[in-house]
């Protein structure tokens, strides 16, 4: 195993970024090469976690003479993130300085063009080094994982049609309950990536690719960051490595996906109707029947009539739910993965990973 650091000058003087990598060298060049990274949003911690444990296998496989495809991982994607407090809280998700989501305008390429990402560096501020950084690394890989997670979540992923039904490996290994799968219409990492596959030279359009994975893997909750899970998850994460061919395991096989598989379009994106505190009815990983009580928020509180009521649009599976209880009108509250379309208009894209 080398471990080497990634340095980006900051946009100031006397700042610079460090970012650790770990690479293993695979014993087999037919074997997939591999590339995970976490908490590209810097408060989204579980991903770190897991690849924590997961470096401990990895070394061990590598004592073993187990690595057969090269594996990069970046446990901690985005110092500059990390580094981004405002009034004592972690922010993570939106860069300070731009505003701009920093899992959002990753360079749309195609794989061609990798070679230039990295030619003058002088031209981008940090953040834009950094981005051009991590597509990079991912680019020279056919596997590559996006550890985020959720604000208070079930385990899912967003998948892009392009990789399903081949990727239910990984959602098996992940115990995953719900896969939403994508459109690829964003330049979110995981999507930039597969644009890059899709357009892999001049003119041309894959829509499947075998073989390779781009996938933003939804790691519960921010909260979720325990021992006994992240371990757990690293162990499903070895099987999913074992069962690609990447590492050398004697392990047990994969069980089949079980959790629900939805498109985006299925996707309930239940938002307040109006400001006030939240009372929740219903928890994540609830079933759900179509007119259910799912909140109610203190619009008026004390007043007769001052509460208003969130029902369930359709029959689905809550996977997600905001952490605050204080709703603003049109805020996200829940996701609900149903059988049938919502009738909601939905922006292409991932939802908001
Ligand atoms: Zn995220």
Not at 6 to 15: E, H
Not at 192 to 211: D, Y
């Amino acid at each position: 195993m080398d471990i080497s650091e990634i340095i980006i000058a900051g946009d100031t003087p006397g700042v610079e970024w460090r970012l650790p990598v770990f690479r293993f060298k695979g014993a087999s060049a037919a074997a997939p090469r591999t590339y995970i990274q976490a908490a590209l949003h810097a408060n989204e911690l579980p991903g770190t976690a897991l690849l924590h444990f997961l470096l401990e296998k990895l070394c061990q496989a590598d004592e073993d003479g187990a690595i057969l495809g090269d594996i990069a991982i970046v446990p901690q994607a985005n110092p500059i993130g990390a580094a981004q407090a405002h009034f004592g809280e972690l922010q993570g998700r939106f860069d300070l300085g731009s505003r701009t989501n920093f899992n959002r305008d990753f360079p749309l390429i195609s794989l061609g063009e990798r070679d230039g990402l990295l030619d003058e560096p002088d031209r981008y501020s940090a953040i834009d080094r950094l981005k051009r950084h991590l597509l990079d690394m991912a680019l020279g890989a056919e596997l590559v994982l996006d550890l985020h997670c959720d604000d208070e979540g079930l385990q899912y992923a967003y998948i892009d049609e392009a990789f399903w039904p081949e990727a239910a490996d990984l959602a098996a290994a992940l115990d995953m309950e719900a896969v939403f799968l994508s459109d690829g219409q964003s330049s979110a990492f995981e999507e930039a990536v597969a644009h890059a596959w899709k357009h892999e030279s001049e003119g041309e359009r894959r829509t499947a690719l075998p073989g390779r994975l781009s996938v933003t893997v939804e790691l519960r909750g921010t909260r979720d960051v325990y021992p006994d899970i992240a371990l757990k998850d690293a162990e499903g994460m070895f099987r999913f490595l074992a069962g690609r061919g990447v590492v050398a395991s004697t392990g047990a096989g994969l069980p089949a996906f079980a959790g629900k598989t939805v498109p985006l379009d299925n996707i309930e994106m239940i938002r307040a109707p109006e400001t006030g505190a939240i009372l929740f009815h219903r928890n994540i990983g609830d079933n759900v029947e179509a007119g259910e009580l799912l909140a109610t928020i203190l619009v008026r509180p004390g007043v007769p009539g001052g509460t208003v009521e969130v029902r369930a649009p359709q029959d689905g599976l809550i996977v997600t739910r905001v952490s605050t209880r204080l709703a603003r009108r049109r805020s996200d509250l829940m996701k609900i993965a149903c059988a049938e379309p919502s009738r909601a208009a939905r922006k292409p894209g991932t939802l908001e990973a």
